[in-house]
C-alpha cells in the first residue's frame, strides 16, 4: 500500500540560459512503512524533489498523492495543515535549522503550542517522551539546552523529534547524516530504521553506502530524471543502467581503485540526459529521450539497452 503516490512531477525554473527543468516527470511511489532511497550526484534535482513534495517550490506539472487527494492542488492553508501533521522534513545541517538564541523546549513550543494548540505542560511532557524515544536519554537536560550545547548527533535527533512532533506519518529526510562523523551517522540511520515501523521515509542521499545499509527500495536520479528503480539489492547488487553502473564503480573500496564517471551532472538537450557521459551511448540515445521500462526482475529502467525487454 501506498504511502505517497507521485506522478509525472516536472519542476522548471527560469533562468538565464532559458528554462531549466530541476526535475523532469518525476514518479514514483513510497510504500507504507519502508524506506524508499533518492540517490543521485549533487546538482541531480534530489533537494528539488523533496521542496516540491513539501509545496515549498511550485512544480510546473505533476501530483502528490496522499490518500488519493493531490496535495499541490491544495491552498496554502490547506497544505499547511498536512506539513507536519502529515509529512515533515529534515535536512542536513540541524545547525541552521535550529534558533541559536533559542532553548530547545522553546523550538518545541513553537511547533506544538502554536500549530498543535497544545498547552505548555502538555506540549513539555509530549516533547520528553520525543526525544526520549529519538535516543536522547536525559530530555529534561536537552530540553533546557540551546544548540550550542548539543553534538551534530544530538541535533539531528532533536531535529527528528520536532519534525515528528506534530504527528506526521511520512518523513522526508534530506541527506540526514551528510554533517555527521561515521559513528553518529549509524546511529542516525538506526534511528530512522526504528522509525519505520509506524512511518514511510524518503531518503534523499548521496551515499550508496547509506542507501545500502536502511534503504528497502532505491531509485537513482540523474539530472532531474529516475534512471533506474528497484529493491535496493538490486540496485546496488546487480545495476543496469551506466549510469547506476558509475555511481557504484566511483565507490572507493579497498584493494581497488574507484572510477570516477567522467563529466558533471549535465542533462544534454535532446535524446537521453546522460549520452554525454555514457560509455554505451549509441546513435538514438541522442535522439531519443528512452522511455521508463518494466523488467522482468521489477525494476523500473530508462535506457535505450532496455527498451525491448518487457514485464513478462
Ligand atoms: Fe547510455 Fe543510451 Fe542508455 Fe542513455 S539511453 S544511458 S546514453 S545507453
Same mark, same amino acid.
Given at each position: 500500500?501506498?504511502?505517497?503516490?507521485?506522478?509525472?512531477?516536472?519542476?522548471?525554473?527560469?533562468?538565464?540560459?532559458?528554462?531549466?527543468?530541476?526535475?523532469?516527470?518525476?514518479? /514514483?511511489?513510497?510504500?507504507?512503512?519502508?524506506?524508499?532511497?533518492?540517490?543521485?550526484?549533487?546538482?541531480?534535482?534530489?533537494?528539488?524533489?523533496?521542496?516540491?513534495? #513539501?509545496? /515549498?517550490?511550485?512544480?510546473?506539472?505533476?501530483?502528490?498523492?496522499?490518500?488519493?487527494?493531490?496535495?499541490?492542488?491544495?491552498?496554502?492553508?490547506?497544505?499547511?495543515?498536512?506539513?507536519?501533521?502529515?509529512?515533515? #522534513?529534515?535536512?542536513?545541517?540541524?545547525?541552521?535549522?535550529?534558533?541559536?538564541?533559542?532553548?530547545?523546549?522553546?523550538?518545541?513550543?513553537?511547533?506544538?503550542?502554536?500549530?498543535?494548540?497544545?498547552?505548555?505542560?502538555?506540549?513539555?511532557?509530549?516533547?520528553?517522551?520525543?526525544?526520549?524515544?529519538?535516543?536522547?536519554?536525559?530530555?529534561?537536560?536537552?530540553?533546557? #539546552?540551546?544548540?550550542?550545547?548539543?553534538?551534530?548527533?544530538?541535533?539531528?535527533?532533536?531535529? *527528528?523529534?520536532?519534525?515528528?512532533? #506534530?504527528?506526521?506519518?511520512?518523513?522526508?529526510?534530506?541527506?540526514?547524516?551528510?554533517?555527521?562523523?561515521?559513528?553518529?551517522?549509524?546511529?542516525?540511520?538506526?534511528?530512522?530504521?526504528?522509525?519505520?515501523?509506524?512511518?514511510?521515509?524518503?531518503?534523499?542521499?548521496?551515499?550508496?553506502?547509506?542507501?545500502?545499509? *536502511?534503504?528497502?527500495?532505491?531509485?537513482?536520479?540523474?539530472?532531474?530524471?529516475?534512471?533506474?528503480?528497484?529493491?535496493?539489492?538490486?540496485?546496488?547488487?546487480?545495476?543496469?543502467?551506466?549510469?547506476?553502473?558509475?555511481?557504484?564503480?566511483?565507490?572507493?573500496?579497498?584493494?581497488?581503485?574507484?572510477?570516477?564517471?567522467?563529466?558533471?551532472?549535465?542533462?544534454?538537450?535532446?535524446?537521453?540526459?546522460?549520452?554525454?557521459?555514457?560509455?554505451?551511448?549509441?546513435?538514438?540515445?541522442?535522439?531519443?529521450?528512452?522511455?521508463?521500462?518494466?523488467?522482468?526482475?521489477?525494476?523500473?529502467?530508462?535506457?535505450? /539497452?532496455?527498451?525491448?525487454?518487457?514485464?513478462?
Amino acid at each position: 500500500m501506498d504511502a505517497l503516490r507521485i506522478e509525472n512531477l516536472t519542476t522548471a525554473f527560469n533562468t538565464e540560459k532559458g528554462i531549466i527543468k530541476a526535475i523532469d516527470g518525476i514518479s /514514483l511511489n513510497l510504500r507504507k512503512g519502508t524506506i524508499l532511497g533518492i540517490a543521485g550526484e549533487s546538482g541531480a534535482g534530489k533537494s528539488v524533489l523533496a521542496n516540491t513534495i #513539501m509545496g /515549498l517550490v511550485k512544480p510546473s506539472e505533476g501530483k502528490v498523492l496522499l490518500d488519493g487527494i493531490d496535495i499541490l492542488s491544495l491552498s496554502e492553508d490547506e497544505m499547511r495543515a498536512i506539513r507536519g501533521k502529515r509529512i515533515a #522534513m529534515i535536512g542536513q545541517d540541524p545547525s541552521s535549522a535550529l534558533n541559536p538564541f533559542l532553548r530547545i523546549s522553546t523550538e518545541f513550543f513553537d511547533v506544538m503550542t502554536i500549530h498543535e494548540k497544545m498547552k505548555k505542560t502538555e506540549a513539555l511532557e509530549k516533547a520528553r517522551k520525543l526525544l526520549h524515544s529519538a535516543g536522547l536519554p536525559e530530555p529534561e537536560r536537552i530540553l533546557r #539546552m540551546y544548540p550550542h550545547q548539543l553534538s551534530g548527533g544530538m541535533k539531528q535527533r532533536v531535529m *527528528i523529534a520536532i519534525a515528528l512532533s #506534530m504527528g506526521a506519518d511520512i518523513l522526508i529526510a534530506d541527506e540526514p547524516t551528510a554533517s555527521l562523523d561515521a559513528t553518529t551517522e549509524r546511529q542516525i540511520l538506526n534511528l530512522l530504521v526504528s522509525l519505520k515501523e509506524k512511518r514511510s521515509i524518503l531518503l534523499i542521499t548521496h551515499s550508496l553506502d547509506v542507501l545500502e545499509s *536502511i534503504a528497502d527500495e532505491t531509485a537513482v536520479i540523474y539530472s532531474g530524471t529516475i534512471v533506474e528503480k528497484g529493491t535496493t539489492e538490486q540496485i546496488l547488487k546487480t545495476p543496469k543502467h551506466p549510469y547506476t553502473k558509475g555511481l557504484i564503480d566511483a565507490i572507493p573500496r579497498p584493494g581497488s581503485l574507484p572510477i570516477p564517471i567522467a563529466g558533471s551532472c549535465k542533462r544534454e538537450d535532446s535524446g537521453c540526459a546522460f549520452s554525454g557521459r555514457c560509455p554505451l551511448r549509441m546513435e538514438i540515445c541522442s535522439q531519443h529521450k528512452p522511455k521508463n521500462r518494466k523488467l522482468r526482475d521489477g525494476r523500473e529502467i530508462a535506457c535505450h /539497452l532496455f527498451q525491448e525487454e518487457r514485464d513478462g
